[in-house]
T-cell receptor, first 109, second 119 residues
């Protein structure tokens, strides 16, 4: 079956770095997405990886290892506004997104 | 980036009535639109996928006669919740896909969501 695993909740300190891991099992693979969702709002796109390696975009970076079925989202210089849920989603061979349950990130001052 | 609008942003209706939610892609043509439902503190649950001009594909467990989806054009899809009941109260989110190349072809752009409360 198809499955996405990510931690339910993480806590970090303002100004620090946090890494949110995601493992996936899909029928075929066409890329891995990370989305940010604040409470009561729709998800917003953060990153897309289809090749192995690290993609850096400002304070956020995303890493993919296709052979390991593994990705992580790295958030640097954490700010209070980064408190949100982070959703990992893998695209299968039918170009459908398989969603993880999301990781709630709590930032403490 | 691509913009998707959703209307209304929130709606309260009485049990037994029907509610229509519109999803529009404002600056691109959406070949595929997705409808999700999200309950509090839970992840997105895909309800159905619709391609312009064809019938929607519903996920297992989603009643197609209750959640009517129409994707009449490349910029508009509608979800109608028929004979709504309190258990249908949820956050309904649409997304659209339809870029021309690379990751744009696969990325889903989300609407702001519609919060439905059935009393």
């Amino acid at each position: 079956g198809q499955n996405i695993d990510q931690p339910t909740e993480m806590t970090a300190t303002e100004g620090a770095i946090v890494q949110i891991n995601c493992t996936y099992q899909t029928s075929g693979f066409n890329g891995l997405f990370w989305y940010q969702q604040h409470a009561g709002e729709a998800p917003t796109f953060l990153s897309y990886n289809v090749l192995d390696g690290l993609e850096e975009k400002g304070r956020f970076s995303s890493f993919l290892s296709r052979s390991k079925g593994y990705s992580y989202l790295l958030l640097k210089e954490l700010q209070m506004k980064d408190s949100a849920s982070y959703l990992c989603a893998a695209m299968d061979s039918n170009y459908q997104l398989i969603w993880g349950a999301g990781t709630k990130l709590i930032i403490k001052p | 980036g691509a913009v998707v609008s959703q209307h209304p942003s929130w709606v309260i209706c009485k049990s037994g009535t029907s509610v229509k939610i519109e999803c529009r892609s404002l600056d691109f043509q959406a070949t595929t639109m997705f409808w999700y439902r999200q309950f509090p503190k839970q992840s997105l649950m895909l309800m159905a996928t619709s391609n312009e001009g064809s019938k929607a594909t519903y996920e297992q467990g989603v009643e197609k006669d209750k959640f009517l989806i129409n994707h009449a054009s490349l910029t508009l899809s509608t979800l109608t919740v028929t004979s709504a009941h309190p258990e249908d109260s949820s956050f309904y989110i649409c997304s659209a896909r339809g870029g021309t190349s690379g990751s744009d072809s696969y990325e889903q752009y989300f609407g702001p969501g519609t919060r439905l409360t059935v009393t």
